[in-house]
């Protein structure tokens, strides 16, 4: 586990709401009504970060489609430089006219709009407590586990948590919740994770050598505890989920192929934009010439 304050970027979750309908989502989407974040709350979060060296990222779900998405970018941009924002998006059609907006506030932009049939999603509802392995084996796996060691802490209308997975979690498993989202929370390290690790690691299957599925397949891999867990889910009630058959495997194949850069400036194109590597590893968007819808 990392201490927050290495992390590259945190994540502040504005929306769950997204049109893709993804298998195993790390945001859960589509297994119930999606929440917006009040500009309240968002406001509240990006004072939190504004110290944060790292990149304080915009993300969802999908959000622009957040109802409010021009006046969070306008305060995003009056209390963090755009070296220190990022946006992860789809770019979905309909939402064109964010263009000036997203390329004058951020210095990051993450495309995916998992179009590809190889972008692999881990199951994540695959429980750790569902798996026959030994106890001691769990943690051991978990306390090395590859979402916290390479992706972001994450803030919601719940709370800050130290990992984003966690906080998607939270909405489902009883658990202590975030932290208060205060100036400093992003200091705390794996010490403090504790409550919120046994809380919601033991419901995620992040950790665990289990196979992935193709994004595009649109059904969830689900475990028992799960299947239990969401009776009722849109998602679930439309029968796009498959009940894990208790098969474990290290799954080695590349989970990152949308990384490509040619698939990323064909998504960035449909704004009008083109965009370029930064010293970051990231890529900085910028306004494409003479563009018209």
């Given at each position: 586990?990392r201490?927050?304050?290495?992390?590259?970027?945190?994540?502040?979750?504005?929306?769950?709401?997204?049109?893709?309908?993804?298998?195993?989502?790390?945001?859960?989407?589509?297994?119930?009504?999606?929440?917006?974040?009040?500009?309240?709350?968002?406001?509240?979060?990006?004072?939190?970060?504004?110290?944060?060296?790292?990149?304080?990222?915009?993300?969802?779900?999908?959000?622009?489609?957040?109802?409010?998405?021009?006046?969070?970018?306008?305060?995003?941009?009056?209390?963090?430089?755009?070296?220190?924002?990022?946006?992860?998006?789809?770019?979905?059609?309909?939402?064109?006219?964010?263009?000036?907006?997203?390329?004058?506030?951020?210095?990051?932009?993450?495309?995916?709009?998992?179009?590809?049939?190889?972008?692999?999603?881990?199951?994540?509802?695959?429980?750790?407590?569902?798996?026959?392995?030994?106890?001691?084996?769990?943690?051991?796996?978990?306390?090395?586990?590859?979402?916290?060691?390479?992706?972001?802490?994450?803030?919601?209308?719940?709370?800050a948590?130290?990992?984003e997975?966690?906080?998607?979690?939270?909405?489902?498993v009883?658990?202590?919740?975030?932290?208060?989202?205060?100036?400093?929370?992003?200091?705390?390290?794996?010490?403090?994770?504790?409550?919120?690790?046994e809380?919601?690691?033991?419901?995620?299957?992040?950790?665990?050598?289990?196979?992935k599925?193709?994004?595009?397949?649109?059904?969830?891999?689900?475990?028992?505890?799960?299947?239990?867990?969401?009776?009722?889910?849109?998602?679930?009630?439309?029968?796009?989920?498959?009940?894990?058959?208790?098969?474990?495997?290290?799954?080695?194949?590349?989970?990152?192929?949308?990384?490509?850069?040619?698939?990323?400036d064909?998504?960035?194109?449909?704004?009008?934009?083109?965009?370029?590597?930064?010293?970051?590893?990231?890529?900085?968007?910028?306004?494409?010439?003479?563009?018209?819808?």
């Amino acid at each position: 586990m990392r201490p927050l304050i290495e992390m590259d970027s945190i994540a502040i979750e504005v929306t769950n709401a997204c049109r893709n309908s993804c298998s195993n989502c790390t945001q859960l989407c589509g297994h119930s009504a999606p929440y917006y974040m009040s500009m309240h709350d968002v406001e509240m979060a990006i004072d939190s970060m504004a110290p944060f060296r790292g990149v304080t990222g915009i993300q969802g779900g999908e959000p622009l489609l957040h109802p409010r998405f021009p006046e969070i970018c306008e305060y995003a941009g009056a209390r963090i430089p755009p070296e220190r924002l990022g946006l992860w998006t789809t770019l979905p059609a309909g939402f064109e006219r964010y263009r000036e907006i997203i390329c004058e506030t951020f210095g990051h932009i993450f495309l995916n709009d998992h179009t590809r049939d190889d972008v692999l999603h881990h199951p994540v509802l695959v429980a750790a407590e569902d798996l026959p392995m030994q106890e001691w084996a769990k943690w051991y796996l978990i306390d090395h586990c590859w979402v916290q060691n390479t992706w972001s802490a994450g803030v919601t209308p719940r709370g800050a948590f130290f990992c984003e997975v966690a906080a998607a979690l939270d909405r489902y498993v009883p658990g202590p919740g975030g932290w208060t989202v205060e100036p400093g929370w992003w200091r705390r390290t794996p010490k403090d994770y504790v409550a919120q690790m046994e809380a919601y690691c033991w419901h995620c299957g992040a950790a665990m050598p289990l196979k992935k599925r193709e994004s595009m397949d649109s059904r969830d891999d689900v475990s028992k505890s799960w299947i239990l867990r969401l009776k009722g889910s849109p998602k679930m009630e439309a029968g796009r989920y498959v009940e894990w058959d208790g098969t474990m495997i290290e799954d080695c194949r590349q989970v990152a192929t949308y990384k490509d850069i040619a698939y990323r400036d064909r998504i960035a194109e449909r704004y009008g934009m083109f965009l370029m590597i930064n010293e970051r590893g990231y890529q900085t968007p910028y306004l494409s010439k003479g563009w018209s819808p």
